[in-house]
């Protein structure tokens, strides 16, 4: 075979090589191909930005923010005189964009873990074709729920920090989305 | 799971996680932490500065789209630089044409000699054919092995050898003509 002389030579001249620097244009290029991408709906997985929010879902997100402060301060006004009434517990699913106390995290939490549970089972049943169809998005939730998991544990070790709240609300979200969709796909169960 | 235990910083599990909610100021930063190189990568690959750019804005785009399937099985560096090795390769992958080593009879000597000018150096690879040009690059200057370049080029390993040692020779005889050695 070849033998190769001052090959540490060549080593060393080729990690001086120069470095190049792309076009400024080449992100701008990026940046639209990605906010293109968001704007086109997707079957399973959906992105939310209020960033593509249009006016008209604006105008919604701000009547509905206005009625609820204005509900809140009427309930809580001093002295008022709230009609009492049996005491009654909802079945609706828990926010996730509820503030993450421990004892709303064990109860959502068990909730979503019965739903992962039952897609599972699901997907064991499916047949192979359609199992490896879906398992991308199986994928990317684990991926998410790990990031999830990251995430409650640096909240747990440094404290609440609004930003991180606020994405780890973002991924639940979208955690809980992917889980519904995939249910809808897997076991054809439609909420 | 095996292949999961990469260790990655606290930051950059931050920017990834970031990246992966969409954050536009997150993707930024990671595109600006890796452009220059993955750039560098993409223009010794394709030996064309538009083509480059071209390569990197689809890598890029492949990233962000596919970073929830990042696994930890590499440094987040690595694994965008496969990403961008592939997606370059495919642009040229009509213009390569890979040769066998079972034609070549007698072993040679190459020397580097002593003093190797980085210009010419850069010159005479950017003159090779994009074959060996794409293997001399991914694996002596980007210090990936032989049976890396062959999964990604898809191609055998006696081909990624083949194509080195043909790049090398070829590469002593352009830097002599250029009057280097």
Same mark, same amino acid.
């Given at each position: 075979?070849?033998?190769?002389?001052?090959?540490?030579?060549?080593?060393?001249?080729?990690?001086?090589?120069?470095?190049?620097?792309?076009?400024?244009?080449?992100?701008?290029?990026? *940046?639209?191909?990605?906010?293109?991408?968001?704007?086109?709906?997707?079957?399973?997985?959906?992105?939310?930005?209020?960033?593509?929010?249009?006016?008209?879902?604006?105008?919604?997100?701000?009547?509905?923010?206005?009625?609820?402060? %204005?509900?809140?301060?009427?309930?809580?006004?001093?002295?008022?005189?709230?009609?009492?009434?049996?005491?009654?517990?909802?079945?609706?699913?828990?926010?996730?964009? /509820?503030?993450?106390?421990?004892?709303?995290?064990?109860?959502?939490?068990?909730?979503? %873990?019965?739903?992962?549970? $039952?897609?599972?089972?699901?997907? *064991?049943?499916?047949? @192979?074709?359609?199992?490896?169809?879906?398992?991308?998005?199986?994928?990317?939730?684990?991926?998410? &729920?790990?990031?999830?998991?990251?995430?409650?544990?640096?909240? @747990?070790?440094?404290?609440?920090?609004?930003?991180? *709240?606020?994405? =780890?609300?973002?991924?639940?979200?979208?955690?809980?989305?992917?889980?519904?969709?995939?249910?809808?796909?897997?076991?054809?169960?439609?909420? | 799971?095996?292949? *999961?235990?990469?260790?990655?910083?606290?930051?950059?599990?931050? =920017?990834?996680?970031?990246?992966?909610? #969409?954050?536009?100021?997150?993707?930024?930063?990671?595109? @600006?932490?890796?452009? @220059?190189?993955?750039?560098?990568?993409?223009?010794?690959?394709?030996?064309?500065?538009? /083509?480059?750019?071209?390569?990197?804005? $689809?890598?890029?785009?492949?990233?962000?789209? #596919?970073? %929830?399937?990042?696994?930890?099985?590499?440094?987040?560096?690595?694994?965008?630089?496969?990403?961008?090795?592939?997606?370059?390769?495919?642009?040229?992958?009509?213009?390569?044409?890979?040769?066998?080593?079972?034609?070549?009879?007698?072993?040679? &000597?190459?020397?580097?000699?002593?003093?190797?000018? &980085?210009?010419? /150096?850069?010159?005479?690879?950017?003159?090779?054919?994009?074959?060996?040009?794409?293997?001399?690059?991914?694996?002596?200057?980007?210090?990936?092995?032989?049976?890396?370049?062959?999964?990604?080029?898809?191609?055998?390993? #006696? &081909?990624?050898?083949?194509?080195?040692?043909?790049?090398?020779?070829?590469?002593?005889?352009?830097?002599?003509?250029?009057?280097?050695?």
């Amino acid at each position: 075979m070849m033998e190769e002389k001052n090959q540490s030579n060549l080593r060393e001249t080729l990690q001086k090589l120069p470095v190049y620097t792309p076009d400024d244009r080449v992100w701008n290029r990026i *940046e639209q191909s990605l906010s293109h991408e968001q704007n086109k709906p997707q079957a399973i997985i959906r992105r939310f930005s209020p960033f593509t929010f249009n006016r008209v879902q604006w105008v919604a997100v701000i009547s509905a923010l206005l009625l609820i402060t %204005a509900g809140s301060l009427w309930l809580y006004r001093p002295q008022a005189v709230v009609p009492q009434s049996p005491t009654t517990f909802s079945e609706k699913e828990l926010d996730p964009a /509820l503030p993450l106390s421990k004892a709303e995290i064990t109860e959502y939490e068990h909730q979503l %873990a019965e739903q992962e549970k $039952e897609l599972r089972t699901c997907i *064991e049943k499916l047949p @192979d074709q359609e199992s490896e169809q879906i398992k991308p998005a199986m994928d990317m939730l684990k991926s998410i &729920t790990t990031m999830r998991d990251s995430m409650i544990r640096l909240l @747990d070790e440094q404290g609440g920090n609004p930003g991180t *709240e606020k994405r =780890l609300q973002s991924l639940e979200k979208k955690r809980k989305e992917l889980i519904r969709e995939l249910r809808k796909k897997a076991c054809g169960i439609q909420e | 799971m095996n292949g *999961e235990g990469y260790k990655i910083s606290e930051k950059e599990q931050k =920017l990834i996680t970031d990246c992966l909610t #969409g954050d536009r100021r997150a993707q930024k930063e990671l595109y @600006d932490r890796y452009k @220059d190189a993955m750039y560098t990568l993409c223009y010794r690959i394709t030996n064309d500065f538009d /083509l480059a750019q071209d390569v990197l804005q $689809e890598a890029f785009i492949g990233v962000f789209k #596919g970073i %929830a399937g990042f696994r930890r099985a590499s440094s987040l560096g690595a694994w965008i630089k496969t990403i961008v090795v592939r997606t370059a390769y495919r642009k040229i992958r009509r213009e390569v044409v890979m040769t066998s080593l079972e034609d070549e009879k007698q072993p040679e &000597t190459i020397d580097w000699g002593h003093t190797l000018d &980085t210009e010419y /150096l850069e010159q005479a690879i950017q003159s090779l054919p994009p074959g060996y040009r794409s293997v001399f690059v991914l694996i002596e200057i980007e210090g990936y092995s032989h049976k890396e370049v062959a999964e990604m080029m898809g191609i055998s390993t #006696g &081909t990624s050898k083949s194509q080195l040692y043909y790049a090398k020779k070829q590469l002593q005889k352009k830097l002599k003509g250029l009057g280097v050695r």
